[in-house]
């Protein structure tokens, strides 16, 4: 059983940074893709961005490319969404969702590809 703990949110000025983790408590993390999701209050869900099971694929939304980087470490336990220059807009709950082997693209940017999913963490990002 698969079961994630997203952390490192928190509040942060505009232009500043902050690194999420998502971790899996219960086994490694190497073959599983994860995904993150972001959703702010009163609008749906979105992709913000994904890595496939083997790291060899990152894929990002259109409007954090080149802001926010998803890296997952040696050992594959944890994966990490480095944020840079935050922006207000960028304030929402940041959670991570995980799939078996996944791989595809096409696939990862969507959110009911994932069969696991974390509580969540709060981003505020103020002006």
């Known amino acids: 059983q698969v079961q994630l703990a997203e952390s490192g949110g928190g509040l942060v000025q505009a232009g500043g940074s902050l690194r999420l983790s998502c971790a899996d408590s219960g086994q490694s993390f190497s073959t599983y893709a994860v995904g993150w999701f972001r959703q702010a209050p009163g609008k749906e869900r979105k992709f913000v961005a994904a890595?496939?099971?083997?790291?060899?694929?990152?894929y990002y939304a259109d409007y954090v490319k080149g802001r926010f980087t998803n890296s997952r470490d040696n050992a594959k336990t944890t994966v990490y969404l480095q944020m840079n220059s935050l922006d207000p807009e960028d304030t929402a709950v940041y959670s991570c969702?995980?799939?078996?082997?996944?791989?595809?693209?096409?696939?990862?940017?969507?959110?009911?590809?994932?069969?696991?999913w974390g509580q969540g963490t709060q981003v505020t990002v103020s002006s």
């Open positions: 890595i496939s099971w083997s790291g060899g694929g990152t």
């Open positions: 969702a995980a799939q078996r082997l996944g791989s595809q693209a096409e696939m990862l940017s969507r959110g009911n590809y994932y069969q696991y």
